[in-house]
């Protein structure tokens, strides 16, 4: 299980490069940029079947398991972009990143799980710390005008955390399901491109790399992770610390010269550390305890 969760995580790291790249990518807008990631997230799955071991028999994939990862990874960036064109872009990114926080919540309803004190305040403390980080440490201004794009970030938070949850339903399902997620996410997104956006394509190498570095990590191989980690790693660890991406995605754009550091991102940091190591509390101290029970003679 630990290390499934590690894996889980690595996508939570990839993630934090979403800002940085897309800032690179130039002005292509979000639903081509999203087709041209996708497409690219298709190759890696593809590329990785080339090097996986043939499965000893072929799984039969139940028609939800398709409903699931399609309205997951396509529909959270269909109301993502929506919500972004419809409210501020502060209040509406937190909003979505109430995802997290359902994933612990919503754990409490899966088989075999258990849901605990410290899990909810792992949680809430990482929303604490994301809070300071998407606010720029100072305050929200919620309008009802801007209600609809409210409601569609809202959207965005029960998709990604639904998805993430009824994965964890399907375990034997492989993670290779997620390239064709992927190639329907790529294909409807390019459908909405043409539907609702003028074509603005990369000018430069420089961008063009940007765009491959995102169709590889963030928006590629984070998807497979997360599928090895909400299957078969501690769920609730996740979801609390998933919060750890908006942390990560600043600290690369201090390092990158983007921003500059600040006392509410340090104190941001804190919160996010704690909230983490809080919520793995059980995965941590109990490996420690029982190596100390082997140990005893």
């Given at each position: ?47 990785a079947r080339l090097f996986s071991p043939a499965p000893a028999e072929r799984v039969k994939i139940p028609p939800q398991v398709w409903v699931i990862g399609i309205a997951g990874l396509f529909g959270y960036h269909f109301f993502y972009f929506t919500a972004l064109r419809n409210a501020p872009a502060v209040e509406a990114s937190l909003i979505a990143y ?200």
């Amino acid at each position: 299980m630990a290390r499934a969760t590690l894996i889980g995580f690595s996508a939570v790291a990839m993630w934090a490069l979403l800002a940085l790249l897309t800032d690179a990518s130039g002005a292509v807008p979000p639903f081509l940029l999203s087709a041209i990631c996708f497409s690219i997230g298709t190759g890696v799955g593809l590329v990785a079947r080339l090097f996986s071991p043939a499965p000893a028999e072929r799984v039969k994939i139940p028609p939800q398991v398709w409903v699931i990862g399609i309205a997951g990874l396509f529909g959270y960036h269909f109301f993502y972009f929506t919500a972004l064109r419809n409210a501020p872009a502060v209040e509406a990114s937190l909003i979505a990143y109430l995802w997290p926080l359902l994933i612990v919540l919503g754990s409490a309803l899966m088989p075999g799980e258990k849901l605990r004190w410290f899990h909810i305040a792992g949680a809430a403390l990482g929303l604490a710390g994301t809070f300071l980080i998407i606010t720029n440490g100072g305050g929200l201004s919620f309008e009802s005008r801007y209600a609809f794009g409210y409601a569609m970030a809202a959207v965005c938070a029960f998709l990604w955390s639904g998805y993430s949850l009824l994965s964890r339903r399907f375990p034997a399902v492989p993670t290779s399901i997620v390239t064709w997620f992927c190639a329907a996410t790529a294909v409807l997104s390019l459908l909405c491109h043409l539907a609702l956006e003028d074509t603005v394509l990369p000018s430069n190498a420089g961008q063009w790399l940007a765009v491959l570095g995102l169709g590889l990590m963030p928006v590629g191989a984070a998807f497979y992770a997360w599928d090895i980690g909400v299957k078969r790693g501690n769920i609730q660890v996740l979801g609390a610390a998933s919060y750890a991406a908006p942390l990560l995605s600043t600290l690369i754009l201090i390092a990158a010269g983007f921003t500059e550091p600040t006392p509410h991102i340090l104190l941001a940091c804190l919160l996010i550390t704690a909230g983490a190591v809080l919520a793995a509390k059980s995965l941590i101290f109990g490996r420690a305890s029982a190596r100390q029970s082997e140990a005893k003679p």
